[in-house]
Every structure is written in structure tokens, then in C-alpha cells.
């Protein structure tokens, strides 16, 4: 009893469940122990269970396209559960490309006839929308010309109105002066005229009457 203890203390063994892929790789007598395969054949090879599933899986094929097989099987299981038929995909090769066959002299006379044609319209279509702009162009520029002569008259009725007018305004404070000082002096005359009839007045009355 105390033997086996010892035994299985000493040496756990560690059981590993591999993967549908790699399950037929391994024999039904290997024995897995702390990470180490030790089969009949090599007990001495050390063997990462896991690895070899990613590695046979990746040598096999990539991950989408494993995505869409194992989905493609999943739908055929299912189809074939219900009693339902695969759709066939039928695949047609395109056709491949024919060579132009020769053209008849006739038809390559009339493409060009129909070529110099469709130029020639262009041409004069063209043509009539550079007439249009010229005359709009014309147009403008005589506008601009008329616009341009009135501005100049504006501006020299401006300046000789303003002129005019800073002549009017030195008129008007030189005559503004000239009738201050006639007036001051009409006023002193007033007040010396007032000051004579006002004495002439008082001499009067102080003379005794004859």
C-alpha cells in the first residue's frame, strides 16, 4: 500500500485530450506524464501535445479557408439530415475574345464622313459660344467706359462745388466783420448822442424862465 503511494506520489500522471486532427497520429498506447509522450517505440522523446495540433493544423491549411470547409460540411450534414440536394455550381469558362473582323472601305469612308461632321459642328458650336462672350465682354467694357466718365464728371462738380463754397464761407466772415464794426460804432454814436441831449436837456431847465 505504502508502495503504490510512493509510486504515484513520485510520478503524477497528467492525462491530455488532443484534437480530432492529431488524434489519429497518436497510437492508443502512449502514456503522457508532466508534459512528456513516452511511447512504445521512443520513450525518451519529449512531445508538446498542443504544438503539434497548431502545427499539423497550420501545415494543413490556413485558418479562413478552414473556417469556410468546416462550414461547407456543417451545411451539406445538414441538407442531407433534411432530405434536401446540394446545389451544384456549374462553372462556364468565359468566352474568349474574337478579333474584329476587317472593315469595308465603304464603312470606314463613312465613319470619317461622320467624324468630319461631328467636328465640324463642334467646331461651330464653339465658335458661337466665343462670339456670345465677345459681345458680352464689348458690353461690359462700354458700361464700364460710361461709369467711368460720369465718376470723373461727379468728381469735378465735387471740387468746384467745394470750392465755391470755401469762397462763399471767406465771404461771409469778411462781411461778417465789417458790419460788427459798424455796428459798434453806430452804438457808440447812440450813446454820445443820448449823453448831448440828456445835458442839453438838464441846461435847459436849470435856465430861469423870461
Known amino acids: ?3 503504490r503511494m510512493d509510486d ?3 510520478s503524477p500522471k497528467f492525462f491530455y485530450v488532443y484534437p ?3 488524434a489519429s497520429s497518436l ?3 502512449t502514456d503522457f506524464s508532466m508534459g512528456t509522450a513516452s511511447n512504445s517505440t521512443s520513450t525518451n522523446e519529449w512531445h508538446n501535445p498542443f504544438q503539434h495540433a497548431a502545427t499539423n493544423f497550420f ?3 490556413t485558418a479562413p479557408k478552414a473556417v469556410k470547409t468546416e462550414l461547407k460540411k456543417v451545411i451539406q450534414v445538414r441538407k442531407i ?3 434536401e440536394e446540394m446545389p451544384e455550381i456549374e462553372w462556364k469558362k468565359p468566352p474568349t475574345p474574337q478579333p474584329r473582323p476587317p472593315e469595308k472601305p465603304e464603312d470606314i469612308q463613312l465613319r470619317r464622313q461622320k467624324n468630319k461632321i461631328a467636328a465640324k459642328k463642334c467646331r461651330e458650336k464653339k465658335r458661337i459660344v466665343r462670339e456670345e462672350y465677345k459681345k458680352k465682354i464689348k458690353k461690359q467694357e462700354e458700361i464700364q467706359s460710361r461709369l467711368t466718365k460720369e465718376v470723373e464728371k461727379l468728381r469735378q462738380e465735387f471740387w468746384e462745388l467745394k470750392n465755391n463754397l ?3 464761407l471767406h465771404h461771409c466772415t469778411l462781411n461778417t466783420a465789417s458790419t460788427m464794426n459798424t455796428l459798434t460804432s453806430l452804438q457808440q454814436l447812440a450813446q454820445q448822442t443820448d449823453f448831448n441831449a440828456n445835458a442839453l436837456f ?3 431847465r436849470s435856465l430861469p424862465p423870461q
Open 1 to 3: 500500500m505504502d508502495d
Open 8 to 10: 504515484s506520489i513520485a
Open 27 to 29: 497510437s492508443s498506447n
Open 166 to 168: 470755401q469762397n462763399h
Open 59 to 61: 501545415q494543413q491549411e
Open 81 to 83: 439530415a433534411n432530405g
Open 20 to 22: 480530432e486532427s492529431c
Open 202 to 204: 438838464n441846461v435847459d
